[in-house]
């Protein structure tokens, strides 16, 4: 495997294969797999499970790894193209990129959307700038519209949970959330559960549909798995029978880049924090997930959070086994 991006560049065989190396490397330890490795991290946008899951998941096969991140005392990084360096920063990303890949077998990026033009990030325009640098394989850790680490540990938390893959209900609900947030988990978690062939409903208000490529792409990739991929505003309507709701806020695709609309809009919102009260007509073990971090009484309820249904510690825990199994078959053979 010389990159990991996007669960759409994976076969469903390449990806039923990961899951069980995961589920193995959990129950069966290979603590010299990868020894002699390094992994390189770079985070150009913040971080606590992607960055912590996979220091432990190199130190846990038994390789090594090292961060870089501009909070770090290192010079100031200038990622514009064709700028005349004049001002603080001291150093551009075209040198720091292939500087520190170089160091390493393997490198991971993390680089959120920038969120002025949806056109631009929709072709990760800056993301695939910065693996052009890169000779070496690289790892997604999240770009404007993919988190593929985080896709992978929730597929293997709905196994995990034995929800149905075929017949099980999904519902990707936006929430509230005081600032207008990146698109990059909502598009991918979309796409994730109507790949693994589920019956998907996006609840959203009006104003926060998902761009319409997105839609599709999910709507393409539900019905090659026997699944379904519906929309709605209505609450009721989408929690019908639910086996899971997925809170997620995101910014307004209405008013993509546009702070001020986004805010007045989402500022009537705030009644969309999960609670006990939203699984009424779900099934009775329906689960919360969340990628995290999450801001409670503004999400989800306390109660919610920190009742039975809460399945968010499991899922981040998912996140290091997800990313040991690809770190293996990246840089240790992984079979
Ligand atoms: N879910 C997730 O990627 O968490 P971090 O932003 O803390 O890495």
């Not at 390094?38 to 130190?59: E, G, K």
């Not at 040198?95 to 170089?102: G, L, Q, R, T, Y």
């Not at 929730?154 to 947030?181: C, E, I």
């Not at 393409?220 to 709701?245: K, L, N, P, Y």
Request: charged share 25%.
């Amino acid at each position: 495997m010389k990159t990991f991006n996007d669960l759409a560049e994976l076969s469903n065989e390449e990806i039923s294969a990961l899951l069980e190396l995961a589920d193995r490397l959990d129950k069966q330890p290979e603590p010299q797999a990868l020894q002699g490795k390094v992994l390189s991290l770079l985070f150009l946008s913040p971080s606590l499970r992607t960055l912590a899951s996979f220091q432990a998941a190199m130190t846990r096969l038994g390789g090594g790894s090292f961060v870089i991140s501009p909070d770090m005392s290192i010079h100031g990084l200038e990622t514009r193209p064709g700028i005349v360096m004049d001002g603080e920063a001291a150093e551009h990303i075209n040198e720091a990129v292939p500087v520190i890949a170089s160091y390493g077998d393997a490198i991971g990026i993390r680089a959120f959307a920038e969120r002025k033009n949806l056109e631009h990030d929709m072709a990760e325009t800056e993301f695939n700038s910065l693996t052009s640098l890169i000779d070496t394989p690289w790892i997604n850790m999240e770009s404007a519209m993919n988190h593929p680490c985080q896709n992978l540990a929730d597929w293997k938390t709905l196994d995990d949970l034995d929800v149905p893959a075929n017949g099980g209900k999904f519902v990707l609900s936006w929430a509230f959330h005081p600032k207008a947030l990146p698109l990059a988990v909502p598009a991918s978690t979309l796409y994730t559960a109507a790949r693994r062939g589920m019956d998907v409903t996006v609840l959203r208000p009006e104003g926060f549909e998902l761009p319409d490529a997105v839609m599709q792409r999910a709507r393409t990739a539900a019905e090659s798995a026997g699944g379904s991929v519906q929309e709605t505003d209505d609450r009721a309507d989408a929690m019908q029978d639910a086996h899971i709701i997925y809170a997620k806020s995101w910014t307004s695709t209405r008013h993509y880049g546009d702070r001020m609309n986004d805010q007045k809009l989402r500022n009537e919102l705030v009644d969309w924090c999960v609670d006990e009260a939203w699984f009424g007509n779900a099934q009775d073990d329906c689960r919360f997930m969340h990628c995290l971090p999450v801001r409670r009484g503004v999400v989800v309820s306390d109660a919610v959070l920190d009742g039975p249904r809460s399945v968010v510690i499991h899922e981040a825990r998912n996140r290091m086994l997800a990313q040991m199994a690809v770190l293996h078959r990246m840089l240790g053979g992984g079979q």
